[in-house]
């Protein structure tokens, strides 16, 4: 390395001679050079000199870790050779500057593109490059797109330039002049099977692009590339994982932020530069992007959630907390932990049943032996305000007799299965996973491959783009919920699709190979596998709703996200609620219809950090109803890490302990006592606070807000938030600082510049936009509540069936000035469609000077799921209270009992007397 270093600058010198820069290049020729120096020619691997050359490439070898060693010369990609202006958009036709050899013999180079540029909205843009003479594979998931756009140019916070040589995009924001998009750098490459394009940012703060695990929530510059590919990878560091979300915000020097969209499906990879600039590589379809302009961080989610679609509201009780396990042995395990859960009183509401409930992990069976009481048990729990969920894997299993299986006898009749293309075999592609052939006793001592040789029967895959599949699946979901059991949610798993055996069952795939191993692989985990590797054959063929044969290869990425809404669908017309869904596999939109759990993960500690970064990462894809299996799925948990997880967990909107087969038990009431305490405590404030993070949610499916929320969301002028995943926000209004490593008993946290409230006690916090250490021993989690702010809340009870029927508390915690604002989203907690149909109530509620008063902008709750107005805190009154009054139109005044307590200033008053139900408007004053 020392002896290349010597060469660096040489070689630096030799280059920009030789590549004749024009003079407005000489006045930054340095900056300039070395930035087109980060691009690399040879993302491939395994490039030498001569290698490099023949791509006309710039070998220059660096000492700088990860960086290329073989780079684009300035000029390499596209020229633009037209381009026609209009009010909506621009359209620009480019030629490859064929100065450069091809980039890939394997893949044929399209050296002519039409790009389309639309300014679909003042705050939103589409660039989209394609084939003009070709059609190729488009993404068949439908955005909400403005109707017309913008074509007054005065309303748009952007500026479009086209660069010429190499030809690049340029978006500028208006207002600060500043370049946010920038892809007239080297390197764009649009061939048949590799498609790179490259954009300078405008800062070093860029946050997102899934699903993969990443150490820190602002990305590390350094030459970092993720895979995106969906595959059934538990998390691990630069490993693609179950989902693909090409989405990620930047932040910009003026403190503004945008967000970007690729709308691809391929598989494809991503990586992150020092210039600071971004680089996508994708392997198929055509490069569609979308931008959204913000500009604040928070208004940017809002936006990209408003084109790929608001998420789902989930049933209220799927904010309580859930229990689950890879591995009960029967029911009657299941309920001893229901007993001794309610005995030791932590509070919880849903239950789960793994695939060991079914007959040999056969969807939409029952394991009559060990799981025969398991219907009864069901209904007795959700006779008691307990819900239950279960899982269902996409794969169907194909060996048993004829007419014993309607799951797959109707999919053969209904023709369900994904095939092969006719030309080649009109057999359908099988694959592996769970389901033992019938009458077989699966031996276990023998190794993993030969097992699934032995004793896995054959499956076949649902294709969910078809309407008749989506039918199909829900008429197995109805029949089950009808003839066996009663659900109230459900859960799919291994829907990357994942398999047992590679491509297919023998592993030869049929047809065009280099769909299996494609010119350019992009960097996936498998990599060397091939891209069937534990999936199926990409020459697979699907069938998308209006007919179009499609193969695995472009659709891959999609299969979680066609299974989700055919689910979701199923689930509200089968029960006649709205319940929840949560999927393994995701793409942009997937929140419509159901949340994310963060996967397999491991019982380790570094992954209490990297769950909040998960959470974050997927609060900007637009899927708020998140969380990862609390005290890890894999491996041992330890007694401590368990608890901090359960401390921690009990703030993901998704709250549940999971854990897989033959570990030791990790639910809370494994551990003994103390355990048990200290989870009972903070799942009671998780509890009390439900009503808040329910109306958060409801923020999230009306406006696309965040709910768990990065700190720089909320405080995006001070740098310091930029960087800060080891707390997080509930909405605007709580701050969360967990212990996240072992033996601490303080944490250093960062304290906003604001007033906050210790949600412990009630006191002020006395400093502000700095980080201080905070006591945190081991049966407390930092919880701190922001001034200004009004969170209804309500007591804990065993579960929400029945907290849900305590009168209505509100915590009013005054800012500087003494005011504090808030609201309340209110429904039956379950029915369908509350929200478009208006069968909700929505309150504000507003504290400035001594006063407190509500305002009802949307009344439509039914009688029977009214609240009453209990107990309100107000924190930070400075001044002793003698009289709390409470008026009601046609009402006469009322006294309120109350308390002051002024060393906390705080100051209690009860309203539960006045039997007062929060639809009617009320003002509380004290003085
Ligand atoms: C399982 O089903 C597949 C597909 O029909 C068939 O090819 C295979 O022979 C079957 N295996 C057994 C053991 O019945
Ligand atoms: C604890 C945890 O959730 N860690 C990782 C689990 O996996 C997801 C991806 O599925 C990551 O985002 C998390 O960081």
Same mark, same amino acid.
């Given at each position: 390395?020392?002896?290349?270093?010597?060469?660096?600058?040489?070689?630096?010198?030799?280059?920009?001679?030789?590549?004749?820069?024009?003079?407005?290049?000489?006045?930054?020729?340095?900056?300039?050079?070395?930035?087109?120096?980060?691009?690399?020619?040879?993302?491939?691997?395994?490039?030498?000199?001569?290698?490099?050359?023949?791509?006309?490439?710039?070998?220059?070898?660096?000492?700088?870790?990860?960086?290329?060693?073989?780079?684009?010369?300035?000029?390499?990609?596209?020229?633009?050779?037209?381009?026609?202006?209009?009010?909506?958009?621009?359209?620009?036709?480019?030629?490859?500057?064929?100065?450069?050899?091809?980039?890939?013999?394997?893949?044929?180079?399209?050296?002519?593109?039409?790009?389309?540029?639309?300014?679909?909205?003042?705050?939103?843009?589409?660039?989209?490059?394609?084939?003009?003479?070709?059609?190729?594979?488009?993404?068949?998931?439908?955005?909400?797109?403005?109707?017309?756009?913008?074509?007054?140019?005065?309303?748009?916070?952007?500026?479009?330039?086209?660069?010429?040589?190499?030809?690049?995009?340029?978006?500028?924001?208006?207002?600060?002049?500043?370049?946010?998009?920038?892809?007239?750098?080297?390197?764009?490459?649009?061939?048949?099977?590799?498609?790179?394009?490259?954009?300078?940012?405008?800062?070093?703060?860029?946050?997102?692009?899934?699903?993969?695990?990443?150490?820190?929530?602002?990305?590390?510059?350094?030459?970092?590339?993720?895979?995106?590919?969906?595959?059934?990878?538990?998390?691990?560091?630069?490993?693609?994982?179950?989902?693909?979300?090409?989405?990620?915000?930047?932040?910009?020097?003026?403190?503004?932020?945008?967000?970007?969209?690729?709308?691809?499906?391929?598989?494809?990879?991503?990586?992150?530069?020092?210039?600071?600039?971004?680089?996508?590589?994708?392997?198929?379809?055509?490069?569609?992007?979308?931008?959204?302009?913000?500009?604040?961080?928070?208004?940017?989610?809002?936006?990209?959630?408003?084109?790929?679609?608001?998420?789902?509201?989930?049933?209220?009780?799927?904010?309580?907390?859930?229990?689950?396990?890879?591995?009960?042995?029967?029911?009657?395990?299941?309920?001893?932990?229901?007993?001794?859960?309610?005995?030791?009183?932590?509070?919880?509401?849903?239950?789960?049943?793994?695939?060991?409930?079914?007959?040999?992990?056969?969807?939409?069976?029952?394991?009559?032996?060990?799981?025969?009481?398991?219907?009864?048990?069901?209904?007795?729990?959700?006779?008691?305000?307990?819900?239950?969920?279960?899982?269902?894997?996409?794969?169907?299993?194909?060996?048993?007799?004829?007419?014993?299986?309607?799951?797959?006898?109707?999919?053969?009749?209904?023709?369900?299965?994904?095939?092969?293309?006719?030309?080649?075999?009109?057999?359908?592609?099988?694959?592996?996973?769970?389901?033992?052939?019938?009458?077989?006793?699966?031996?276990?001592?023998?190794?993993?491959?030969?097992?699934?040789?032995?004793?896995?029967?054959?499956?076949?895959?649902?294709?969910?783009?078809?309407?008749?599949?989506?039918?199909?699946?829900?008429?197995?979901?109805?029949?089950?919920?009808?003839?066996?059991?009663?659900?109230?949610?459900?859960?799919?798993?291994?829907?990357?699709?994942?398999?047992?055996?590679?491509?297919?069952?023998?592993?030869?795939?049929?047809?065009?190979?280099?769909?299996?191993?494609?010119?350019?692989?992009?960097?996936?985990?498998?990599?060397?596998?091939?891209?069937?590797?534990?999936?199926?054959?990409?020459?697979?063929?699907?069938?998308?709703?209006?007919?179009?044969?499609?193969?695995?290869?472009?659709?891959?990425?999609?299969?979680?996200?066609?299974?989700?809404?055919?689910?979701?669908?199923?689930?509200?017309?089968?029960?006649?609620?709205?319940?929840?869904?949560?999927?393994?596999?995701?793409?942009?939109?997937?929140?419509?219809?159901?949340?994310?759990?963060?996967?397999?993960?491991?019982?380790?500690?570094?992954?209490?950090?990297?769950?909040?970064?998960?959470?974050?990462?997927?609060?900007?894809?637009?899927?708020?109803?998140?969380?990862?299996?609390?005290?890890?799925?894999?491996?041992?948990?330890?007694?401590?890490?368990?608890?901090?997880?359960?401390?921690?967990?009990?703030?993901?909107?998704?709250?549940?302990?999971?854990?897989?087969?033959?570990?030791?038990?990790?639910?809370?009431?494994?551990?003994?006592?103390?355990?048990?305490?200290?989870?009972?405590?903070?799942?009671? =404030?998780?509890?009390?606070? *439900?009503?808040?993070?329910?109306? #958060?949610?409801?923020? @999230?499916?009306?406006? %696309?807000? !965040? +709910? $768990?929320?990065?700190?720089?969301?909320?405080?995006?002028?001070?740098?310091?938030?930029?960087? =800060?995943?080891?707390?997080? *926000?509930?909405?605007?209004?709580? #701050?969360?600082?967990? @212990?996240?490593?072992? %033996?601490? !008993? +303080? $944490?250093?946290?960062?304290?906003?510049?604001?007033?906050?409230?210790?949600?412990?006690?009630?006191?002020?916090?006395?400093?502000?936009?700095?980080?201080?250490?905070?006591?945190?021993?081991?049966?407390?989690?930092?919880?701190? +509540?922001?001034?200004?702010?009004?969170?209804?809340?309500?007591?804990?009870?065993?579960?929400?069936?029945?907290?849900?029927?305590?009168?209505?508390?509100?915590?009013?915690?005054?800012?500087?000035?003494?005011?504090?604002?808030?609201?309340?989203?209110?429904?039956?907690?379950?029915?369908?469609?509350?929200?478009?149909?208006?069968?909700?109530?929505?309150?504000?509620?507003?504290?400035?000077?001594?006063?407190?008063?509500?305002?009802?902008?949307?009344?439509?709750?039914?009688?029977?799921?009214?609240?009453?107005?209990?107990?309100?805190?107000?924190?930070?009154?400075?001044?002793?209270?003698?009289?709390?009054?409470?008026?009601?139109?046609?009402?006469?005044?009322?006294?309120?009992?109350?308390?002051?307590?002024?060393?906390?200033?705080?100051?209690?008053?009860?309203?539960?007397?006045?039997?007062?139900?929060?639809?009617?408007?009320?003002?509380?004053?004290?003085?």
């Amino acid at each position: 390395m020392a002896v290349w270093a010597v060469y660096l600058s040489l070689c630096l010198l030799i280059a920009l001679s030789a590549s004749g820069l024009e003079p407005d290049y000489t006045v930054n020729w340095e900056a300039k050079s070395l930035k087109s120096r980060d691009f690399d020619c040879y993302p491939d691997g395994g490039s030498d000199q001569a290698k490099c050359e023949a791509r006309g490439c710039i070998w220059e070898p660096s000492s700088i870790p990860n960086a290329p060693w073989c780079y684009y010369a300035e000029t390499h990609g596209y020229i633009t050779s037209n381009i026609v202006e209009t009010a909506s958009g621009i359209t620009v036709d480019i030629e490859r500057n064929t100065d450069f050899p091809i980039q890939r013999s394997q893949s044929r180079d399209i050296n002519k593109l039409r790009v389309e540029i639309t300014f679909l909205s003042g705050k939103s843009l589409r660039w989209k490059i394609f084939d003009p003479a070709n059609a190729r594979f488009e993404v068949p998931v439908p955005l909400e797109l403005p109707a017309t756009p913008e074509t007054e140019e005065n309303n748009r916070l952007y500026r479009v330039q086209i660069q010429n040589k190499p030809f690049g995009i340029q978006v500028i924001r208006k207002s600060s002049e500043e370049i946010i998009w920038d892809s007239a750098v080297p390197g764009f490459t649009f061939s048949d099977q590799f498609l790179q394009i490259s954009t300078r940012l405008p800062s070093n703060y860029v946050y997102g692009v899934g699903e993969t695990e990443h150490p820190s929530y602002t990305h590390d510059l350094n030459f970092h590339t993720y895979g995106l590919f969906a595959k059934d990878q538990p998390p691990g560091y630069k490993l693609n994982s179950y989902g693909v979300h090409p989405f990620y915000m930047g932040l910009e020097k003026s403190k503004n932020a945008h967000g970007v969209l690729l709308l691809n499906s391929n598989a494809m990879d991503v990586t992150i530069l020092p210039t600071p600039a971004l680089t996508y590589r994708t392997i198929g379809g055509i490069l569609d992007f979308y931008m959204v302009m913000g500009p604040t961080p928070e208004v940017v989610v809002q936006q990209y959630t408003e084109m790929i679609g608001r998420p789902v509201l989930p049933a209220y009780w799927s904010l309580g907390f859930q229990l689950c396990r890879y591995g009960y042995a029967n029911d009657a395990e299941i309920a001893d932990l229901y007993n001794d859960m309610k005995a030791a009183k932590i509070p919880y509401d849903v239950q789960y049943a793994d695939i060991e409930y079914m007959e040999r992990q056969m969807d939409f069976t029952l394991d009559k032996e060990n799981f025969k009481g398991l219907p009864a048990l069901v209904d007795r729990m959700r006779a008691e305000g307990m819900r239950y969920i279960f899982i269902l894997d996409p794969a169907i299993a194909a060996n048993e007799t004829k007419g014993s299986y309607p799951a797959f006898d109707t999919g053969i009749e209904k023709d369900v299965f994904i095939k092969w293309p006719p030309k080649l075999s009109d057999d359908i592609v099988w694959g592996k996973v769970w389901p033992d052939y019938p009458n077989v006793d699966v031996d276990n001592s023998l190794d993993w491959d030969t097992q699934v040789k032995l004793f896995r029967a054959f499956v076949a895959f649902p294709d969910f783009f078809k309407k008749s599949t989506a039918e199909w699946w829900g008429q197995q979901i109805k029949d089950y919920y009808n003839n066996v059991m009663k659900f109230d949610g459900l859960w799919i798993d291994m829907n990357e699709p994942a398999s047992f055996v590679h491509g297919t069952v023998g592993e030869k795939c049929l047809g065009d190979q280099t769909l299996e191993n494609p010119p350019y692989m992009p960097r996936l985990e498998s990599m060397y596998r091939g891209l069937n590797h534990k999936t199926m054959c990409m020459n697979s063929e699907q069938i998308l709703d209006d007919g179009t044969r499609v193969k695995h290869y472009d659709v891959h990425n999609l299969y979680g996200w066609s299974h989700t809404k055919p689910t979701y669908d199923a689930l509200l017309s089968t029960t006649g609620k709205r319940g929840v869904v949560v999927t393994r596999s995701t793409y942009p939109s997937s929140g419509r219809w159901a949340g994310h759990w963060l996967g397999d993960n491991y019982s380790r500690w570094d992954q209490l950090l990297k769950s909040i970064i998960g959470m974050m990462e997927f609060s900007i894809f637009g899927i708020p109803y998140t969380g990862a299996d609390i005290c890890g799925f894999f491996n041992h948990a330890e007694y401590e890490m368990c608890l901090r997880w359960m401390q921690l967990g009990a703030f993901y909107p998704f709250s549940r302990n999971h854990n897989t087969i033959n570990m030791p038990r990790q639910d809370p009431v494994a551990w003994g006592d103390e355990f048990a305490a200290v989870s009972r405590d903070v799942l009671n =404030i998780r509890y009390t606070l *439900l009503p808040y993070l329910y109306t #958060l949610m409801y923020e @999230a499916h009306a406006h %696309g807000n !965040t +709910v $768990v929320r990065p700190l720089l969301h909320e405080f995006v002028t001070d740098e310091n938030t930029w960087k =800060i995943d080891r707390q997080f *926000l509930w909405g605007p209004a709580l #701050l969360i600082t967990p @212990a996240l490593d072992p %033996g601490v !008993t +303080v $944490v250093r946290g960062y304290v906003p510049n604001a007033r906050w409230y210790d949600y412990h006690t009630g006191e002020v916090v006395g400093v502000r936009g700095q980080f201080v250490d905070m006591e945190t021993p081991l049966w407390k989690i930092n919880l701190h +509540v922001r001034g200004g702010h009004i969170l209804p809340w309500q007591k804990a009870e065993s579960n929400t069936h029945y907290s849900r029927l305590n009168p209505l508390g509100l915590l009013v915690a005054l800012d500087d000035g003494g005011s504090a604002h808030g609201s309340l989203f209110w429904d039956d907690g379950e029915g369908i469609d509350t929200v478009q149909n208006k069968r909700f109530l929505l309150t504000t509620f507003t504290a400035s000077s001594g006063v407190l008063t509500s305002m009802v902008p949307t009344d439509g709750l039914a009688e029977a799921d009214r609240l009453t107005l209990g107990l309100v805190k107000v924190w930070g009154v400075t001044a002793p209270v003698t009289r709390v009054t409470m008026s009601v139109t046609g009402q006469p005044d009322a006294d309120l009992p109350f308390t002051y307590n002024a060393q906390v200033q705080e100051l209690q008053f009860d309203a539960t007397s006045q039997s007062h139900t929060i639809e009617k408007p009320f003002t509380i004053t004290w003085n």
